[in-house]
């Protein structure tokens, strides 16, 4: 997924562009590019690699442009090169996008045989083509580009700029986000907020379909008939401050050590200690018509559906069923009018996801979102938006939006609880009142990291890791070996404990260290047994136990010690310390934390 940033204005533009790409990198890195206007061209200039290669060109050609489009690149179609990277111009058209244009293959055979010739090999290539077809017609910018979007299919998030019109960025949507950022005399376009939330805090959300003329003195907003449309502005929160390291070597870091607060913002004002009820944003749910809620997400969002189920089946008695959006969507899924689904998404832009919930909605399901980013596709074709506050993530690693996301988890489990009548008032107050106090439990855990350093440094050149959970904890099992292959790119497995003697268990010996999260609680001794016969293997145990657990400690290698508090809690605790222990094996071993290889922050393509 490839991040986009446009400005009109009075300034030269590229030094906003190259540092709106840079808040940007962690939607891809493989290369990056501009186009500025120079007099009443523009002017291309393109890098294979990451944005020092652009940035060093900029001061070799030191562009005076105050119009310009810059893109930084993860590539679908066609290798990662400069040919390939975006700008890509066609005649008096050049173009940056981010999506997949699905019907490309065919449009490319359509204009070669109109004898086009194609520079590139990509699909977005052909954008240009068409939108240049149109100018050659006669047509003006905007219709230019209204009329090439017919022709288009996929997914596209765009911004063009014409030779000859030195004072306009045309912006298009569908299926992949894009924003407006308004300024005073100048304004803005943006795959994601970060990008120029150091410029402004104004931003219009383009919605589906949708396309804007960016002036520096205003922008007009349509549908992709040309019809006109009226979109306020939304005034962001978030500080730039929020988006920049706060003086931490990664993002990741961070992000971890902002997980107290994160937690705290997202359940503050959904709480009423007096009646024991939660508020999930206005969003009301007819109890009585409610047979099943279907989670679907992706990646770590997945494994928090995965402790949703635990925490509404335990405290709503309401079946749950938990899906893969990449699977759910396929699967000709039995959901109905009586079926909440609820999709689970930091981004609010995965497309797997998104697909999963216009299935749902397709068969009538109600659907509710956890989201962290406001105005999001996701967020905006949902019938409810539970927004967890967890602020920008920026680390490709998700870290505070998952325990944000279980927070919410908590908050929506007390709202079915309550209204099945399955959680009594009593019972209810009891879980707010440890809900309340756990970021401070949180904090507590992460200022004492320095203990996880030692166990880093022990296994940072292990081969393979496994991570064992049982109940509630199996989630974090996976969560915490996806946190270490994403970042160290060690292989790691993440399994229910009860099931490790059905296979995994032959993967034992001295070799492999075995992280296993055994807080006290329901299935403690059964934990214990699977601990004993990883030992009797050989295997290096680590165990995440709770304070005042002073038999464990003997029974392994290393212990790290969590607060001792209630299961349905124990998740946003048991997996602080497997989110640092991952950040420091990957950062001992020098890997590139915040962008690792081969991934993206939000993956909006299939
Ligand atoms: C997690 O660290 C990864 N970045 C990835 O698995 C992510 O959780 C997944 O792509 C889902 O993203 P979403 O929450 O934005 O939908």
């Given at each position: 997924?490839c991040g986009?940033v ?9 030094e906003?562009l190259?540092?709106?790409l840079r ?11 501009m186009a500025?206007i120079?007099?009443?061209?523009s ?8 944005l ?16 310009g ?5 993860w ?5 990662p ?7 890509h ?6 173009v940056?996008h ?17 004898g086009?010739k ?7 290539e ?7 077809d ?11 580009v209204?009329g090439a979007?017919?022709?288009?299919e ?9 030779d ?12 992949a ?6 300024g ?6 943006a795959?994601?907020?970060p ?23 205003g922008?007009?907003v349509?549908?992709?008939d040309g019809?006109p449309?009226?979109?306020k ?5 978030w500080?730039?401050m929020?988006?920049?390291k ?11 050590h902002?997980q ?20 999930i ?11 099943r ?17 635990f ?31 609820v ?16 299935e ?5 399901a ?14 905006r ?5 539970l927004y ?10 998700s870290t ?5 996301q279980l927070?919410?988890l908590?908050?929506l489990?007390?709202y079915l ?11 209810a ?28 440094r ?17 989630p ?5 070996a996806?946190?270490?292959k994403?970042?160290?790119?060690i292989?790691a497995e ?13 993967l034992i010996?001295?070799?492999?260290p075995?992280?296993?999260i ?7 001794e ?8 990883v ?6 145990v ?5 304070r ?5 400690g003997?029974?392994?290698d290393?212990v ?12 946003l ?7 640092m ?7 001992i ?5 915040d962008q ?7 993956v909006?393509?299939?």
């Amino acid at each position: 997924m490839c991040g986009i940033v446009g400005y009109v204005g009075p300034d030269p533009c590229a030094e906003i562009l190259l540092d709106g790409l840079r808040r940007l990198e962690y939607r891809g890195y493989d290369s990056a590019g501009m186009a500025l206007i120079e007099g009443t061209e523009s002017k291309i200039l393109r890098s294979q690699g990451k944005l020092t290669n652009l940035a060093r060109l900029l001061s070799e050609h030191r562009p005076t442009g105050t119009t310009g489009i810059g893109h930084t690149r993860w590539a679908t179609h066609g290798r990662p090169t400069e040919i390939n990277a975006h700008p890509h111009k066609y005649g008096k058209v050049s173009v940056v996008h981010n999506g997949i244009i699905e019907n490309h293959a065919m449009l490319r055979a359509e204009l070669e045989s109109n004898g086009h010739k194609f520079s590139s090999e990509t699909d977005t290539e052909i954008v240009a083509h068409l939108v240049d077809d149109e100018v050659k017609a006669g047509r003006s910018p905007k219709d230019a580009v209204l009329g090439a979007l017919r022709r288009v299919e996929g997914a596209y998030a765009i911004c063009v700029l014409v030779d000859g019109a030195p004072d306009q960025i045309i912006a298009a949507r569908h299926d992949a986000p894009l924003i407006l950022g308004i300024g005073s005399g100048e304004n803005f376009v943006a795959s994601d907020v970060p990008a120029i939330l150091n410029r402004t805090r104004d931003m219009v959300f383009l919605e589906e379909k949708e396309l804007a003329v960016v002036r520096a003195d205003g922008v007009e907003v349509m549908d992709l008939d040309g019809k006109p449309v009226d979109r306020k502005p939304q005034r962001i929160l978030w500080d730039a401050m929020m988006a920049e390291k706060g003086g931490h070597k990664h993002f990741m870091l961070k992000e971890i050590h902002e997980q107290p607060r994160a937690v705290t913002d997202t359940i503050r004002d959904r709480i009423s200690a007096k009646t024991a009820e939660t508020f999930i944003d206005g969003f009301e749910i007819e109890i009585e018509k409610l047979r099943r809620v279907v989670f679907v997400a992706c990646g770590t969002s997945y494994h928090a559906a995965l402790v949703g189920k635990f925490l509404v089946e335990g405290l709503a008695r309401v079946p749950v069923e938990v899906d893969l959006g990449s699977e759910f969507r396929y699967r000709d899924p039995l959901v109905s009018d009586s079926d909440l689904l609820v999709t689970i998404s930091q981004s609010g832009e995965t497309a797997d996801t998104l697909a999963a919930l216009r299935e749902a909605k397709r068969k009538g399901a109600r659907v509710l979102s956890i989201c962290n980013v406001v105005g999001s596709t996701i967020a905006r074709e949902s019938d409810g938006v539970l927004y967890t506050h967890a602020g920008p993530e920026i680390g490709v690693a998700s870290t505070k939006a998952f325990t944000t996301q279980l927070a919410a988890l908590v908050l929506l489990a007390i709202y079915l609880g309550r209204r099945t009548g399955a959680l009594d008032q009593e019972s209810a107050h009891e879980l707010i009142k440890d809900l309340l106090a756990l970021p401070e439990q949180m904090k507590e855990v992460l200022d004492r990291g320095a203990s996880v350093d030692v166990i880093a440094r022990r296994y940072a050149t292990a081969r393979d890791f496994l991570y064992l959970g049982r109940g509630i904890n199996y989630p974090i099992a996976l969560e915490g070996a996806l946190k270490l292959k994403e970042i160290s790119y060690i292989h790691a497995e993440g399994y229910p404990a009860g099931e490790m003697k059905h296979g995994p268990i032959a993967l034992i010996d001295e070799n492999l260290p075995v992280v296993i999260i055994a807080p006290r609680g329901s299935g403690y001794e059964k934990i214990i047994n699977n601990l004993t016969e990883v030992r009797a293997r050989e295997g290096k145990v680590i165990a995440i136990a709770s304070r005042g657990d002073n038999e464990i400690g003997s029974m392994v290698d290393d212990v790290i010690q969590v607060p001792d508090v209630r299961p349905e809690l124990q998740p946003l605790l048991t997996v602080l310390p497997l989110q640092m222990l991952a950040y420091r094996v990957a950062d001992i071993r020098g890997t590139d934390v915040d962008q690792p290889r081969n991934l993206a922050k939000s993956v909006t393509v299939e």
